[in-house]
């Protein structure tokens, strides 16, 4: 039989869980139409438009049931706040890998500040 674990008392975990991992894939997509375009700077504006909300439409497909599904135990403020923070998690690796960009020092302190956003907007004081 599972152990419980304390922070869990009380919630169902996959309620959770299920919207979070949906963002996060959705904020793949996002980062790749938002972002991918720029190793490819020689090709048309036009065509960087199209293949961008192409991609965009995938990242919606998930983004909309993982905050409909999310609503049902967080709040609207609450998934904004998480969906900020996976997308930096994202972009970071998007940044490293595809476009070569070093993770400067400022660059962890400006994302450790929006995730301690996360713990902020989660956290049982201010009620």
């Given at each position: 039989?599972?152990?419980?674990?304390?922070?869990?008392?009380?919630?169902?975990?996959?309620?959770?869980?299920?919207?979070?991992?949906?963002?996060?894939?959705?904020?793949?997509?996002?980062?790749?139409?938002?972002?991918?375009?720029?190793k490819f700077k020689h090709w048309p504006l036009a065509?960087?438009?199209?293949?961008?909300?192409?991609?965009?439409?995938?990242?919606?497909?998930?983004?909309?049931?993982?905050?409909?599904?999310?609503?049902?135990?967080?709040?609207?403020?609450?998934?904004?706040?998480?969906?900020?923070?996976?997308?930096?998690?994202?972009?970071?690796?998007?940044?490293?890998?595809?476009?070569?960009?070093?993770?400067?020092?400022?660059?962890?302190?400006?994302?450790g500040l929006i995730f301690a956003a996360v713990a902020?907007?989660?956290?049982?004081?201010?009620?």
């Amino acid at each position: 039989m599972p152990v419980a674990h304390p922070l869990f008392t009380g919630m169902n975990v996959s309620a959770y869980l299920v919207p979070v991992a949906l963002l996060a894939v959705s904020n793949v997509f996002m980062t790749m139409a938002w972002y991918g375009h720029l190793k490819f700077k020689h090709w048309p504006l036009a065509t960087v438009i199209a293949v961008s909300w192409g991609i965009a439409l995938l990242e919606y497909c998930l983004q909309v049931p993982a905050n409909r599904m999310g609503h049902a135990v967080m709040t609207a403020y609450q998934l904004k706040v998480i969906q900020e923070a996976l997308t930096l998690i994202v972009f970071v690796g998007f940044a490293l890998l595809w476009l070569g960009e070093p993770l400067r020092p400022k660059y962890v302190v400006s994302f450790g500040l929006i995730f301690a956003a996360v713990a902020v907007a989660f956290g049982k004081w201010g009620d």
